[in-house]
C-alpha cells in the first residue's frame, strides 16, 4: 500500500518538494547577504561584546535590509497549500473519478487504504514543517540577536515569525491537510473540496492571528515618557499602547500629535519625545514578552492539532462507514 | 473449492433495499445465488442492478436488510479478497501505464497472479507502457478485467461489462472471460440492460425491474416452466386457478397466456409451445408491478440453486 500512495501521489509529493526547495534556497541566499553585511560592517562582533553601543550598526543593517519582508506573510500562507492540493483530492478524487470502485474493492480494505496514505501524508507534512522552521528560524537569527540586544521589535514572537517559526508550521499544515481532507470526504468533489478548505482554513486561523496572543493575559507596562520610549523587554510583542496625561486622563494618539508633532514629508508624521516628556505624558504598553513564545506557540499548534485529529478521524469515519 | 464453500450460497440476500433520499433504488431484495454458474443480472437501466451490485462489491451500505457474500458480510477483508469487481465504466487510474496497473494489483492483493494477468494483455497486444488514460474502451476492460482476475477471485462482479464496447471488443471480452471461468470454475455476476448483450454465456438468470428482483432460477428451469397457451378467452380463468399467468393479452375470440406451469396443461382446447427465454424475460419486465401478484408469488417460489 505504501508502493501504491507513493505511485499515486508522487507527483504532488515532488512538487511540493520543489516548492519548498525553492523557499528555502531563497532563504538561505538571503541570510548569507544578512551574514555578510552583518560582519563587514562590525554588527556580529558589536553584538557578540554585548557591552558596547550597537545602536547605530543595528540601525544602519535595519535599514539596508529592512524588516521581514512581505514575501514572507505569504509563507505563512504555504500550509493552506497542503489542505488545498493534499488534503481536499484525497478521498474526493478517487470519488468523483469513480476509481474508489477499483481501490475500495482491493483486498486492503478502504480503512487501511486511508489510513496509510495519511500516515504519508503526515509524514511529508512533519517534514516540510520542520525545513520551514528550521530555515526561517535560521534567517532570522540575526533580527533575533538584534531584538536581544534592545534595537528592535523585530523577533519570531510577532507575525509573520510566530507563523514560520517553532511548530506552528506543522500545526497550520497538519490542519489545513485534515480540513481538506474532511471536505473531500464529506463533498466527494475536489474543487467544492477546495474551496471549502480555502474559506474554513482562512476562517479560523485569521481570528486566531489576535486571539492566539490574548489566551495568556498581556502584561502591562506603564510610565512617563523617557527620551527613548518606554522600553518594554527585548523581544515582546506590543499588542496595543495606551497614552494619558500626567493627572491619568487618556488621550488618544493625536493629542500627542497634536501637541508634539513635527511634520516631517508627505507621509509620516514624527513625534519629539523631548517634547512628551517635557509636557509629562504618560504611554502604557500591553504587550506579550519573550519568554512567552514557547507557551503560546504550544496552545496555539495544540489546539490545531486537536482540531486536526478530530477532522482526521471524521474523515476515516466518513470513508470506512458509508459511501454515497 | 472444499466441500464446504460449494454449498455456501455465493450471494445471499433478505429484504435488502437501499434508498436515496425518497427513492428506492433497491428494494425488498431476496434472493440466494448458488456458486459455480455465470449469473446474468438483467433489467432495463435504472432498475437498481448497479445499486445490487455496489452492496454486493462492499461499496454501498443497505439501507436495509442484510447480505452475505461467499458466507461472509460484504464489507469483511475476507469477502474483498475474494471478489473481483469491475464497475460499469471500468475505472483506471488515467496517469498510471498498463505496467503500474498490474504492480497496484500485485501491491493491494496478497494472492496476486502476475504471470497469467501479463499473459491475457500479451495475447491482446496491449502495451504494458501506455498510459490509462490513452486506451482504446475495449483496451480498457481487458485491463480492467485483468486486475480484476489477476486477483484469482472466487466471485466475479462485472457491472454492465460490455455496454459500451464495438461487437469484436465485445466478443474478445467475453472470450477471455468465459476461458477463465471454464479454467477455474468461479462464480461471475454480469449485469445488463440488455439481454441479447451477454450472448447467452449465463446459466443463471435474475431478472430486475423497478428496483425489484422478478425472478431468479437457472436458465433451463426457466424454459422448462414456462410455456405460452393459445386458447378460448373463457377458459382463462382456468389457467389462472392452477398456474402462476405471467403475462396474458386476452381479445374477445383468443386468450395468450405466458404461465409459469405447475404442472401439464391437459385441456385439449389450448395450444401449448414452450417459451422462449426472451418471451419470458419480456413477460417479467412488462408485467406492471402493482398489479404483478404472480410475479410477487414468483419472488418467494423462486428455486434455490440446484445443480
Redesign the interface.
Known sequence: MIAMTWRQHRAQLLIAAAVIAACVAYMVITSLQHAAFANSIGLSSCLAAKTRDCGPLAEAFLNRFGGIPQAYTLLAGLPLLAGLFWGAPLIAREVEAGTYRLAWTQSVGRGRWLTVKLVTFLAAIVVAAAVLSLTFSFWLRIYSQISAAGYTNIDRLAPPAFDLTGTAPFATMLFAFALGTLAGALIRRTVPAMAVTLGGYLGVVLPLESLRYTILSPLTKSGPFATNSIPVPPGAYVLSSGYSTAAGRPVPFSSLVQVCGTPQGAHSVGIRLSCLAAKGFHVSETYQPAWRYWPLQGIYSASLVVVAIIALSAAVWCTARRVR | MNPASDVTPTIETIGLGRRYGRRWALRDCTLTLPQGHVIGLVGPNGAGKTTLL?IV?????PTTGDVRVLGAGA?D?RT??R???V?Q?K??????TVE?ML???G?????WDRASALERLAGLDIPLEQRCGSLSGGQRAQV?LA?ALG?RPDLLLLDEPVANLDPLARRQFMQVLLEHVAATGMTVVLSSHLLADLERVWDYLVLMSASRIQLSAPTDELLHEHRVLTGPPNKADAIAATHAVVQSSITDRQATLLIRAAGPVHDPDWSVRPASLEEIVLAYMSTPLAGAVPALSLLGSAPKGSR
Open positions: 455496489h462489491a462492499g461499496l454501498l451500505e464489507r477483508l474483498l479478497s471478489i473481483g469487481f464497475a465504466d475505472p483506471l487510474y488515467p496517469r498510471f503500474d504492480r497496484m494489483g501491491w493491494l492483493n496478497p494472492g480492467a486486475v486477483k
